[in-house]
């Protein structure tokens, strides 16, 4: 069966510091891979998305960047928080979207609460 | 720019009653999935409906998709304090660049009190 793991499950950093944010899934090959930030516990905002490895779609700017070095590893990192930057991310994949009939739904991590200071 | 519209944004009810949750939008979607969230952890996909006018249960709950794709609802049946959480609805388009992601509504947190 498919898994996901994302941590660190919390991480408190004073604004300026880096961040990185990792992300794995087991148990299926090429999957669509995804960065949602969710604020105040309500709608999700879709940050970053990959359908193959090295390749990032970025959906809104900031100073947030994502890397996928490996075919099912995605990481979310930043060179200098912002206060704005807190927040609870969730990473989440999706089989393929290019297979017919495929609806695409998301299985997501456990998430990571980020508390800038 | 998809957008969908949930509504109540909060609710809170007693053990026992029933409710319904609505996600409406201007757009038509090729399928719409809902899930739903326990505080401090990941959303979890309950259903997806695709067909227009489809209705699924899944236990005492029910979606169901309107007829034009346009809009869909979940209707719980004497709701009981497991069942709360934020409920998320989701759309996926049908072409070009919107069709890699899901619109997200922005939750109805429910709240079940015993």
């Known amino acids: 069966s498919q898994t996901i793991h994302q941590w660190p499950a919390t991480l408190v950093q004073p604004v300026g510091s880096p961040l990185s944010l990792e992300c794995t899934v087991e148990g299926t090959s090429n999957p669509n891979l995804y960065w949602y930030r969710q604020a105040a516990g309500r709608g999700l905002q879709l940050l970053f998305y990959?359908?193959?490895?090295?390749?990032i779609s970025s959906e809104v700017p900031q100073n947030l960047s994502a890397s996928r070095p490996q075919d099912r590893q995605f990481i979310l990192s930043s060179k200098k928080l912002l206060l704005s930057d807190s927040g609870f991310y969730l990473c989440?994949?999706?089989?393929?979207?290019?297979?017919?009939?495929?609806?695409?739904?998301?299985?997501f991590g456990e998430g990571s609460r980020l508390t800038v200071l | 720019t998809q957008l969908l519209e949930q509504s109540p944004q909060f609710l809170s009810i007693q053990e026992g009653e029933n409710l319904t949750v609505y996600c409406n939008s201007s757009?038509?979607?090729?399928?719409l999935q809902w899930y739903r969230q326990e505080p401090g952890e990941g959303p979890v996909l309950l259903v997806t409906v695709v067909t227009g006018g489809e209705v699924k249960k899944l236990k005492r709950l029910t979606f169901q998709f309107g007829d034009a794709r346009k809009d869909s609802s979940l209707h719980i049946t004497a709701a009981q304090p497991g069942d709360t959480g934020l409920y998320l609805c989701?759309?996926?388009?049908?072409?070009?660049?919107?069709?890699?992601?899901?619109?997200f509504g922005k939750g109805t947190l429910l709240t079940v009190n015993p």
């Open positions: 757009s038509v979607f090729s399928s």
């Open positions: 989440a994949w999706s089989v393929y979207l290019g297979l017919a009939g495929n609806t695409g739904e998301l299985f």
């Open positions: 990959s359908v193959g490895i090295g390749q």
């Open positions: 989701a759309g996926r388009g049908y072409s070009g660049g919107s069709n890699y992601k899901l619109t």
